[in-house]
């Protein structure tokens, strides 16, 4: 038997190609007819043209007049979902005001569970649609001795899935595999999923087994190079979305990651290369983005411009794009156009700080104070050896440079921050009090107060630590301020196990005032809060979702803990060994913040050499 697709040759017996697993059919061959059976047929058929056309008018009506029995039945079943979705909605949303007015929960805890759990459902339904498209081919390369064994585990993952249970359906799935080692549709399907779920180490498990079997296959290829990407390996990722691409030239996704891997490591003329082709073969906004961010990097400001209008065109609401876009307009001193752009990404996300601080930088940025001459240098030198983990070095260089300009808070914040991580806690608390000394901007000013409450935490000291939050509520009443006051104020409470109640309201507020890019933190102290009242369903929920958007080393564990107090011990464990590969303990936050900090001062002191300019000439 001929496959119709590839035409290679299988033996009688077979249903599925040995060698593209396509479905192999059996076409029948065309009819003859004699000629005294074709003029038996035409005497037989006496009928006139309009008896004809009569007969097929009339089936044509009978066909017509069904359909729109069809169609009207629809109609009718579809108005009595409306109405009854309708009537549910009008009755959770009755319960949401009822629940409010008793201070059981806000309406942004509702929203974020609403959506989490909205998430996991549709996850749901992709794996169960995912899995339906490849199950008959893992049957079909099935080679082990268990057969009857094999097909039942899938026969009951199914069930698992049609039953929105996808990590029932993995287990089983996983148990078929050990049957069959070398069914390299099975393994790739489960390494892909626990890929797509985060879980990078069982992945890489399966997508190496795929690649071992199957060398040529080009979607374990693509996801294995995308997840050595995320574990850091970029020598690794690139070789193999390098193979991918030899395998099929036609594909967006390995030109893609190879040009965010080149980025990534400065390297912007292959990065250049390898975008260009990706976009020629799939116009994404986040493809041109990042051309765009390249040609930014390079100094072409024309062709930035042009990369961050294609990504907008596509994409009205980047508000990446948007913001780059206004960096640009603001280096070519199209000021007007600058700041229409800053102001349209601040609507679309007000709370980031970072489009507040481009907006208000045409308000005067008095109070800056660049770091220039020596100790420029010297900053450089320990934001490098801190980033390769030379911290004693880094620190050391830190304070040489605090010595050449003692006042300057760009210098002591990072100081400061690095001090925090590594349980230098008196002199982080010494340096974050000298910084709000100088009543800094606001957004260094809430990295100060998150280092000097940190540091506090660390040494015990909760009245202090308190004190201090007051203190940041009174003087800054920006939503990101706030948002950062009363995160650190709800993990304190909730570390003292006094007062839940309030930390429970804290947390609820912070959520409420937090900006997008730091929503994982407020939900981190949500499900920790939720933990100590030992409401541990609530507490998984909120962790589960705070990890999903940022994983770090403290909201791991205490998700961990959360899944060990649900009786979760199996994901308890695993949650655990992905905690433990985060370096730094408590590490997010601060980090986050600096990040900011760092891009804000970048954006001031390109405004402050514009205008020494301005004034020289």
């Given at each position: 038997m001929l496959c119709q697709t590839c035409s290679a040759y299988n033996d009688d017996e077979r249903e599925y190609c040995y060698r593209c697993q396509n479905k192999l059919l059996v076409l029948s061959g065309v009819s003859s007819f004699e000629e005294d059976e074709i003029e038996e047929y035409e005497e037989e058929e006496d009928l006139s043209l309009d008896e004809h056309l009569l007969e097929r008018v009339s089936a044509i009506e009978e066909i017509v007049k069904r359909s729109a029995e069809t169609l009207r039945s629809v109609v009718d079943a579809v108005q009595k979902h409306e109405r009854a979705i309708f009537i549910n909605q009008t009755g959770l949303l009755s319960i949401k005001e009822v629940l409010e007015k008793k201070?059981?929960?806000?309406?942004?805890e509702v929203v974020d569970l609403w959506e989490s759990k909205m998430g996991e459902q549709m996850l749901a339904l992709e794996k169960k649609q995912r899995f339906t498209e490849r199950k008959d081919r893992m049957v079909s390369l099935f080679r082990g001795e268990k057969r009857e064994r094999f097909l039942l585990l899938v026969a009951d993952s199914e069930a698992a899935f049609d039953a929105f249970d996808p990590d029932r359906g993995m287990k089983h799935l996983e148990e078929a595999f050990r049957l069959d080692r070398d069914?390299?549709?099975?393994?790739?399907?489960?390494?892909e999923m626990f890929f797509n779920d985060g879980n990078l180490d069982r992945a890489k498990s399966y997508l190496e087994r795929t690649l071992e079997v199957q060398p040529d296959h080009f979607d374990a290829a693509v996801f294995y190079g995308v997840l050595l990407h995320e574990r850091q390996d970029l020598k690794g990722a690139e070789r193999w979305l390098r193979r991918a691409i030899q395998i099929s030239q036609e594909s967006f996704l390995p030109y893609f990651s190879l040009g965010a891997i080149y980025a990534r490591k400065g390297k912007l003329l292959r990065a250049q290369k390898f975008l260009e082709k990706a976009v020629q073969l799939e116009a994404i906004p986040q493809a041109y983005y990042l051309l765009g961010t390249i040609f930014y990097e390079k100094g072409q400001l024309e062709r930035s411009i042009r990369s961050f209008q294609a990504a907008l065109k596509l994409d009205p609401d980047y508000e990446e794009a948007i913001y780059h876009l206004g960096l640009c307009y603001l280096d070519r001193n199209w000021n007007r156009k600058a700041i229409e752009c800053f102001q349209e990404a601040l609507e679309l996300n007000p709370n980031k700080m970072e489009y507040q601080q481009a907006v208000k930088i045409y308000e005067g940025v008095s109070g800056h104070v660049p770091v220039e001459g020596p100790a420029a240098q010297v900053v450089n030198t320990a934001e490098s050896l801190a980033s390769e983990g030379k911290y004693t070095e880094a620190i050391d260089h830190y304070r040489r440079a605090v010595d050449?300009?003692?006042?300057?808070?760009?210098?002591?914040?990072?100081?400061?921050?690095?001090c925090s991580h590594l349980d230098m806690n008196g002199e982080a608390i010494s340096m974050a009090r000298r910084i709000l000394k100088h009543r800094p901007a606001e957004m260094v000013a809430a990295a100060a107060y998150t280092t000097l409450v940190e540091a506090l935490r660390a040494e015990g000291n909760y009245k202090d630590a308190n004190r201090a939050l007051e203190e940041m509520l009174n003087d800054y009443t920006s939503n990101y301020a706030k948002s950062i006051a009363y995160y650190e104020k709800a993990y304190n409470l909730a570390e003292m196990e006094e007062s839940l109640d309030e930390a429970l309201e804290s947390a609820q507020l912070a959520l409420r005032y937090s900006p997008k890019e730091l929503k994982q933190f407020p939900l981190a102290a949500l499900g920790w809060v939720y933990f100590k009242r030992r409401d541990f369903r609530s507490a998984v929920d909120f962790l589960s979702k705070s990890a999903e958007l940022g994983p770090t080393a403290t909201n791991l564990m205490h998700l961990g803990m959360a899944l060990l107090e649900s009786g979760e011990k199996d994901r308890a464990r695993q949650v655990f060994r992905r905690a433990k590969s985060f370096k730094i303990k408590?590490?997010?936050l601060e980090e986050k913040m600096l990040e900011q900090v760092r891009s804000a001062t970048k954006l001031i002191d390109r405004l402050h050499a514009r205008r020494r300019k301005v004034a020289k000439s």
């Open positions: 201070n059981v929960l806000t309406s942004e069914n390299y549709e099975l393994s790739f399907f489960l390494g050449e300009e003692p006042d300057n808070v760009n210098i002591l914040l990072p100081y400061a921050l690095l408590g590490a997010g």
